[in-house]
Nanobody, 121 residues
Framework: VQLQAYGGGLVQAGGSLRLSCQAS????????MVWFRQAPGKEREFVAA???????SYSDSVKGRFTISRDNAKDMGYLQMNSLKPEDTAVYYC????????????????WGKGTQVTVSS
């Protein structure tokens, strides 16, 4: 499976961005699409996930501001980010895990290369 994330950029605090992730390859099974991020000098952290069932989960830091969604017919995942804060600045990665559910202790099967999001104050 290959993952291509795009849509990052520079935005002012309070603004919005929409990240997209295109999955290709062996996507003919159920899978979860997950977003992580890594800020400079920090460990990579979970942001949001949407399993095949569509039941979403979010980290506390983005809950209420970010919305994850997917289009199974197109093998696309999306992360709508509103009310962005400078602390949201990071490289955002989309990830893929086979299966019909998601839990934060699960191991990701595939990673995308990431897209930079920079929020200026």
């Amino acid at each position: 499976v290959q993952l291509q994330a795009y849509g990052g950029g520079l935005v002012q605090a309070g603004g919005s961005l929409r990240l997209s992730c295109q999955a290709s390859g062996r996507t003919d099974s159920t899978y979860a699409m997950v977003w992580f991020r890594q800020a400079p000098g920090k460990e990579r952290e979970f942001v949001a996930a949407i399993p095949w069932s569509g039941s979403t989960s979010y980290s506390d830091s983005v809950k209420g501001r970010f919305t994850i969604s997917r289009d199974n017919a197109k093998d696309m995942g999306y992360l709508q980010m509103n009310s962005l804060k400078p602390e949201d600045t990071a490289v955002y990665y989309c990830a893929f895990r086979y299966g019909s559910t998601w839990a934060e202790h699960y191991v990701v099967d595939y990673w995308g290369k990431g897209t930079q999001v920079t929020v200026s104050s």
